[in-house]
Structure formats: structure tokens, C-alpha cells
């Protein structure tokens, strides 16, 4: 089920945790809509136009994010490589590969695309909401 990860206090209480979703798309207006969208399921979305950057705040701590939702085309890596790369580092994060055009996760190398999935652009807010669940619920 996707809810918020729990986790234990000091003192044996249970705390919300933050389910941090990575966002990666070099177009503005999309990044700022999944953003906006993530936000309204209640969830932590951190934006970025450039992969470099997304790597570089990724890597400061790789198991805080659950989720990174990236386009397939990006100008200096693509989401493939991208989602390979941050998986490898992050056993438990789950993957949303964003294209126009067709792709096949099971092109996807062994013990990763169990974790990816894929979502043809345009997609509906339901769509992706219904594609983040069912990752989860896997």
C-alpha cells in the first residue's frame, strides 16, 4: 500500500516519514505539474531540470528517496542510464520511466526492471497516480 513510511521514535512512537520522490524532466512546465502533483498525494517531491544535479542530491542520501520519476530523454543522460545508476545505489527505490515515445522495461538489465515501469507521455494525473500504487503494492 503507498503510505508514508513509519518508523520508530526513541521513545517507541510511531512518526511520519517523509516518502521523498525524486523528479527529473529538462522540461519546466512538466517538472513543475508532476511536482505540483506528488505534492497533492501527500508526498515530498524534489524537482529538477538537470541530471547532474539530480545525481548530486541523490548521492548526499541515496535511501531517503522511494521513488524517482524521470524522463527517458534527457540532455546529459538518459532516464535509462539515470535510473540504472541511482538503483544500484538504492536498493529499495522504484522507478517511473516518462516517454513519447515506446519502451520496454524488460530491456532493462536483471534485478532492475522488476523495480522500473513505464509511462507513456501524455499521461493523466490518474495515470501516474494509479502507476505509483501499483509499484508499491508489487
Known amino acids: 500500500c503507498l503510505l508514508p513510511r513509519r518508523s520508530r521514535s526513541l521513545s517507541g ?5 517523509p516518502f521523498r520522490i525524486l523528479i527529473v524532466d529538462d522540461d519546466e512546465q512538466l517538472l513543475r ?3 505540483s502533483l506528488v505534492g497533492k498525494l501527500r508526498y515530498h517531491g ?8 539530480a545525481i548530486e542530491t ?3 542520501d541515496p535511501g531517503s528517496y522511494r521513488l524517482l520519476i524521470t524522463d527517458m530523454s ?10 540504472i545508476r541511482m538503483m544500484r545505489a538504492a536498493p529499495e527505490l522504484r ?6 515515445y515506446p519502451f520496454d522495461v524488460d530491456s ?5 526492471r522488476e523495480r522500473a515501469t513505464f509511462v507513456h507521455n501524455p499521461f493523466s ?5 494509479e502507476t505509483v500504487k501499483r509499484l508499491f503494492d508489487q
Open 74 to 83: 534527457l540532455a546529459e543522460i538518459s532516464g535509462e542510464e539515470l535510473a
Open 108 to 112: 532493462l538489465p536483471e534485478g532492475f
Open 58 to 60: 541523490f548521492e548526499l
Open 95 to 100: 522507478v517511473i520511466l516518462c516517454s513519447g
Open 33 to 35: 505539474l508532476l511536482e
Open 46 to 53: 524534489t524537482g529538477f531540470l538537470r541530471a547532474r544535479d
Open 13 to 17: 512512537d510511531m512518526e511520519q516519514q
Open 125 to 129: 494525473p490518474r495515470e501516474l497516480t
